[in-house]
Each structure stands twice: as C-alpha cells, then as structure tokens.
C-alpha cells in the first residue's frame, strides 16, 4: 500500500502505476476516478513490478485484499498494456501490426485528445470510450453518448484520430462496424445495439473520409462550419483481422 513502503519499490513502478490508473478500472468494483485507484502487488513483493504481478484496486478493495477479506480477480493487462503517445506522421500502421479495440477510460481519452487532436472535433462528454491499440500503443479514439432522443441508438460523440495520420479515421470507422466493438457496446450499455450515429462539426476536409464508411442521413449546416450525421452499422464486420484486411484492401499503397 502506500506511505513508508514507498521508496521500497523498484524503478520504473511509478510509472507503470500510473499508465495502469489511467488505463483501468478498480478490477474488483469497477471504480474508476483516477485518485481513488491503487495499484497492488499481487505477492505482496514490492519489488516485483512485472505486470503480470500488478492489478489496479480501488482504495476501499484494496484495504479489503489486504485483509484477505476479498479475492483477487483475474486480469490480463500484459496484452493491453499501452502508452498514450505521439507517433510520426505516416508511421502508425505497418502490414503485420497488431491492432485491437479495448475500453479506455475518460482520462486516457482526454489525455489522448490533448497530445493528438488538430482542433477539429468539438466533442461533448462521453459516456464510453474505445480506443484503438496499433502495436501496444493508443492510435484512436471513439467516443459514444447514451442519447437523450432515441431514433438511433448511440451517438458517436468523438473519433480523436490524429488527423495527420494518415487514414487513421478509416481504420477507427472499420474497427466501429466490428462484432468485438458491438459486443464492447452492449456490454457496456446493456442493450441491443445496431446503429450509431455520428456528430461531427467541421469546416475540415478530413470530414469528407467519413463518407466512405457512413451510409450519410443527413447534413445540416451551421454557423460554424458543417454539422453533419452519419449512420454507421455496428457489428457488420466478423473480426477485428477482417477489418484490417479491409483496410488495406481499400489502401494499398500503405
Ligand atoms: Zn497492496
Ligand atoms: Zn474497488
């Protein structure tokens, strides 16, 4: 736990404290603001700070794990275990790179938003984020929004791809129509879920590749620029290898 034990951990866990808090939730109740989280050594050795040794507890389960009065869960962060950072321009998807969709939490979002974002998003608050993992790191964002007026199911609130990446957006729009990102969907929201829309307001060109992966509804124009709505299908695409073929089907110079 925290306190005098502190400088008896090894170098390099407060780091990896902090991506793991940012990242996950308390694993036993789901508790998710970033200063209630702790991270626990799973065989109580403070040195041994491999991940696979690690798991994110709120305070309160924490005291309980240490008293043995609760159990601790299962966790596999080692295949999720990523870094919110800047890539290169054209650099962010190779033939062979491992991609994958997980839940993130608001912070990772907005931390994300605040490293990558070039201005062109206006993004409400979400009530769910999916990121998207290219090679352990977090390369996209999706942002989803219970709505309040229910002639579709979801609103699509934020896609935070680094516009200078290119075709970033396309690949976040396949990795939407994925089973895994439905499933990730109705756990989350309890519900079937087949349609999402999505709001984005843009005088921006890079608007124009939604596009291609929206079957569009309706465009209204504002003072400010567009705001247009498109609908995507969710769960239209098997695996999340497919839509990467697609990918890359649809862009073969990559
Ligand atoms: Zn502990
Ligand atoms: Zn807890």
Redesign the pocket.
Known sequence: MNGSGENRYNKGFEKISKKLKLLYP?A??G?NSYNKKEVHHIDENKKNSKIENLIV??R??HALVHFKKQTIPEVNYKNNSIIVKISNDHDYIKKGSKVDIIQINSKTALEYRKQNVKAWIKPGPCNFYIGMIIDDSLRGVLGFQNPDYAEYDLLLKADTANSSEKYSTELLLYLLKTKKCKDLLEKKFNRDIHNVYSTCFSKHCEISRYRKFGKKIKSVETKDGFNVLYLFEIGSIKTIKEAVSLFFQKHKDL
């Open positions: 308390c036993c109740c508790e507890l709120c309160e389960c």
